[in-house]
C-alpha cells in the first residue's frame, strides 16, 4: 500500500504527458485494486494496535509515553491519504482539465508514504531509543521530536520506503507479465511492464545506495548486529563479506563465498579499516547467528530485481523484442512474490538482529511481553483474523477484475485496441 500510490501516480501522469488513455486506464485500474488493500490496511492496523497492548504491554508503558506522537500522526497520515484516494475516485472523468484531477492523487501518495514513514520512526526508536531519562526507572524529560528524530530514522525510514515502492512496481509489472505469457500481448500490458520496469531499475539503484549507508549505520551504532549478519566473529582490519556457507559446531564458516575488504568499505567506505567483530560482546548479547541467511537472501534478492529489471530496459533501449521473450517475463513474474519476500526477510533480520533487546540496551524482549496464559488463544485469534481477511481480499480481488477484464473496459471506453505478436 505504500508504492502502489505512486505507481498510479506515475501512470496517470505518462498518460497526461503522453495523451495515452492506455495509462490512464493503468492508473484506473491500478487504483480500484488499491482500495481494497486500504480497506484490509484498516483492519490490519487496528490488530496491531492491539497486538501491541496485549502482547507488548510492558514495552507499551515505557515506550509509549516518550514515541507515541508517530504513532497518532500515523493514523492522521492514513486518514487524509483515504479521503483524498476516495475523492480521487469519484472524479475520474469529472474535471476538464485532466491535470487537475491528476493533482488529487498527490495527497495519496504524500499519505501512503507519511504514514510508512510515522510507523518506522517508531521501529527505529527501538533500535536507538533516546528522547527521554531513566531515573530510578521512571521516565523523565521526555523530548517526543528527539525521540522520533533519533540517528536510525533516516536509514531506516528511507530504506523501508524506497523498498515498498520497489516491491510495488515488481507485483504490479509481475500482472503485466502473466497476462503476457497467457497469451494477451496487447499494447495496454506492454506499456505496463514498460513503466514498473523502468520505475523498478530506479528504485533499486535507490535501493543499494541506502542499503550501503544502513551498512555504515549498524557498523557505528550496533556493530553487534552487523557481525551477527555477516559471520564476523573476530575483530580485523581488510575485513571479507562472507556470502552464504554453512558454520560448524566449533564456529568455522565452510562452502562461503568471501568477497576481500567487501565488509570493511560496507562498514565505513574504507576496504583498509577495522570491523568490530563479535568476540567483542558476550555471548547472551548478540543475535542468533541464522539472521546471516536473512540478510544473504534479502541481499541476493534485491540484487536479482535490480538485475531484472535492467535486462528489461536494455532490451528496450536495442528496440529487441527479447524484452517480451518467455524467460525474461518468467523472471519478472517471480520478481513479484521474491520482492514481497525480502521485505519479510528484512523486517525478521531487523528484529531478531536487535535480540536480544526489544529497547536496544534498556528493555530486554522478555521483559517487555506479556505475562499472560492465553497467549496461545490470541495467536490463533489473529491467525484466523488475516487467514480471513487474505482469503476474502483475494477473491474481492479476483472477482473485480475477472468480471471487468482489460479488453472490456479498452472497448467501453472507446479506447482503441491494438494487439501484435511481437
Known sequence: GVGVPLMIALAEWMGIRKNDEHYRLLA???ARG?????????????????QLNLLWPNFMQLAGQTISLPLFMEV???FFEAI??????????RFKSKFRHFLLVIPVVIGASFSAFFITTVNAFM????????????????????????????????????TCYLTSAFVLGMIGAVKMLKGDRHVYHKKALRLTMTAAFIFSIGTVIIGDFSGKYLAEYQPEKLAAAEWHFETEENAPLVVGGLLSENGEVNYALEIPYALSILAHGDPTAEVTGLDQFAEEDTAPLFVHYLFDSMVIIGMYLAFVSFLYLAFSWKKKNWMHHKLLLWGIVAGGPLSVLAIEFGWVFAEIGRQPWILYEIMRTPEGATTSEHVDTMLYMFIGLYALLGISSSIVLRKMFKDNPVAQELEQRGIEERRDQS
Open 76 to 78: 492522521f497520515a492514513f
Open 84 to 93: 483524498f484516494l476516495g475523492i480521487y475516485l469519484y472524479t475520474w472523468d
Open 28 to 30: 484506473r485500474r491500478w
Open 127 to 162: 533500535n536507538a531509543p533516546q528522547g527521554f531519562e531513566m531515573v530510578n526507572g521512571v521516565i523523565t524529560d521526555i523530548n517526543p521530536i528527539a525521540a522520533m528524530f533519533n540517528p536510525a530514522t533516516p536509514t531506516k525510514t528511507a530504506h523501508v520506503i524506497i
Open 34 to 50: 488499491f482500495v481494497v488493500t486500504v480497506a484490509v490496511g484498516v483492519v490490519t492496523g487496528t490488530a496491531i494496535g492491539l
